[in-house]
Nanobody
Framework: QVQLVESGGGLVQAGGSLRLSCAAS????????MGWFRQAPGKEREFVAG????????YYADSVKGRFTISRDNAKNTLYLQMNSLKPEDTAVYYC??????????????????????WGQGTQVTVSS
C-alpha cells in the first residue's frame, strides 16, 4: 500500500525557513512524478513544485520561484521542499503527491492536481508577520 507521510511543518516568522519532508513507501517511485501542493483556508489546492523521481527538470509555481527548492533522496525514498524567505501568504497545509501519468512525468501536467494518484495527509505551515 502506497503511503506518503509529510513532516517538518510548523510556525515560523516571516523571512524564516522550513524544510518539509515526504517519506514515500509501498512501491518504487522510479516511474513517477512527485509534487508539492498547498491549500490555504478558503482556497483551492495549488501546485507549488514538481520533479520527476528519477531526476530531470524541476518545476515551480511563480509565487515560490527563487525561494523554494524541491529535491529527493532516492536512497531514502524521501521528497523534500526547502522553503526560504517565507511570507505570511505561504501559510497553508502542504501536501506531497505522486503521479504515474506520463504527461506529468514529461512535465506537461505536473502542475495539475487531477493527475496525481497518491496524496499525503498534509503538514501545516504557518508564517507569522
Amino acid at each position: 500500500q502506497v503511503q506518503l507521510v509529510e513532516s517538518g511543518g510548523g510556525l515560523v516568522q516571516a523571512g524564516g525557513s522550513l524544510r518539509l519532508s515526504c517519506a514515500a513507501s509501498g512501491r518504487t517511485f522510479d516511474n513517477y512524478a512527485m509534487g508539492w501542493f498547498r491549500q490555504a483556508p478558503g482556497k483551492e489546492r495549488e501546485f507549488v513544485a514538481g520533479i520527476r523521481w528519477l531526476g530531470g527538470k524541476i518545476y515551480y509555481a511563480d509565487s515560490v520561484k527563487g525561494r523554494f527548492t524541491i529535491s529527493r533522496d532516492n536512497a531514502k525514498n524521501t521528497l523534500y521542499l526547502q522553503m526560504n524567505s517565507l511570507k505570511p501568504e505561504d501559510t497553508a497545509v502542504y501536501y506531497c503527491a505522486a503521479s504515474r501519468a506520463a504527461s506529468a512525468i514529461a512535465g506537461v501536467t505536473i502542475h495539475m492536481r487531477s493527475v496525481y494518484d497518491y496524496w499525503g495527509q498534509g503538514t501545516q505551515v504557518t508564517v507569522s508577520s
